[in-house]
Nanobody, 116 residues
Framework: QVRLVESGGGLVQAGGSLRLSCAAS????????MGWYRQAPGKQRELVAI???????SYADSVKGRFTISRDNIKNTVYLQMNSLKPEDTAVYYC??????????WGPGTQVTVSS
């Protein structure tokens, strides 16, 4: 089992920046990708960014050019640098990891609130 813990959320004004972190522990040897998803009130959970074990990266169109996903394999941590934040980025952000056997794990989530 993979355990994930997010940190770094908070309240920021529009145009500001935040960096989210996701630390993985447990059965991490078989993780083939990790990513960030978000869920705003009344909306479905949506993909924000993913990074694979060979460092292929994908972003949602809504965050391209503003958010950057990266990983530190020594610390088993994935980061999401969020710049030029907008009120519509307000959501609970969840870290996700999927193993090579297709078993996925979610973190508990961290709240990001962007004020206008």
């Amino acid at each position: 089992q993979v355990r994930l813990v997010e940190s770094g959320g908070g309240l920021v004004q529009a145009g500001g920046s935040l960096r989210l972190s996701c630390a993985a522990s447990g059965s991490i040897f078989s993780i083939n990708f990790m990513g960030w998803y978000r869920q705003a009130p009344g909306k479905q959970r949506e993909l924000v960014a993913i990074i694979t074990s060979n460092s292929n990266i994908s972003y949602a169109d809504s965050v391209k050019g503003r958010f950057t996903i990266s990983r530190d394999n020594i610390k088993n941590t994935v980061y999401l640098q969020m710049n030029s934040l907008k009120p519509e980025d307000t959501a609970v952000y969840y870290c996700y990891a999927r193993r090579s056997d297709f078993i996925g794990s979610w973190g508990p989530g961290t709240q990001v609130t962007v004020s206008s």
